[in-house]
């Protein structure tokens, strides 16, 4: 089935300073990836659609030049947090759609996700 | 949002069965998932109903009714391991069928 990876699984950083995620696709192409956010107890937000070989398309509310994404394979989007503050503490998942038994369901696979800490 | 709405928490007793609940607006609907995910992991696929009806796979079951804009996992012989949050997440025409997501399900098995 699907394999989405994603890395690091856990961050930690000093306020101030960025921080790099990646998402890769292991065993499928993946032209969209989404980039998802989640605090304890919440639901998953959705913050920004990543197209593979042009710009994000982010969610209303996300700053992107804040939360840089680049999708510059079909096997890989990358998150960067950039000048992350305490408040951007939090658990970042990414996913991409993959077809499961010809469904057309497009079922998204996530990956592990990533929690960062800010200090 | 289009307005997805589960309950936020239930608890249940090894062995027993339960059914979590998901209602949604109708208008545009396209399609409903549910995932699984355990605290501090990633989700994980359990479903995706687009007809009516229910569909079975080993222990879990979903059912979807459009008409009336709801849908329920059902949990047999629940295992201790089954506690986990629970996420309904639904897509509508016009959203570029991205899903979006209720706030989850916490579900507790007690012994």
């Known amino acids: 089935g699907a394999v989405v990876s994603q890395h690091p699984s856990w961050v930690i950083c000093k306020s101030g300073t960025s921080v790099k995620i990646e998402c890769r696709s292991l065993d499928f192409q993946a032209t969209t990836m989404f980039w998802y956010r989640q605090f304890p107890k919440q639901s998953l937000m959705l913050m920004a659609t990543s197209n593979e070989g042009s710009k994000a398309t982010y969610e209303q509310g996300v700053e992107k030049d804040k939360f840089l994404i680049n999708h510059a394979s079909l096997t890989l989007s990358t998150l960067t947090v950039t000048s992350a503050h305490p408040e951007d503490s939090s658990f970042y998942i990414c996913s991409a759609s993959g077809d499961r038994g010809g469904s057309g369901a497009n079922v998204l696979t996530f990956g592990a996700g990533s929690r960062l800490t800010v200090l | 949002g289009q307005n997805i709405d589960q309950p936020t928490e239930m608890t249940a007793t090894e062995g027993a069965i339960v059914q979590i609940n998901c209602t949604y607006q109708t208008s545009g609907f396209n399609g409903l998932f549910w995932y699984q995910q355990h605290a501090g992991e990633a989700p994980t696929f359990l479903s995706y109903?687009?007809?009516?009806g229910l569909e079975e796979k080993g222990r879990f079951s979903s059912f979807l009714s459009r008409s009336k804009g709801y849908s329920y996992l059902l949990l047999k012989e629940l295992q201790m391991k089954d506690s986990a949050s629970y996420l309904c997440?639904?897509?509508?025409?016009?959203?570029?069928?991205?899903?979006?997501f209720g706030r989850g399900t916490s579900l507790i098995v007690h012994p």
């Open positions: 997440a639904g897509r509508w025409t016009g959203g570029s069928y991205i899903p979006t």
């Open positions: 109903n687009v007809l009516d």
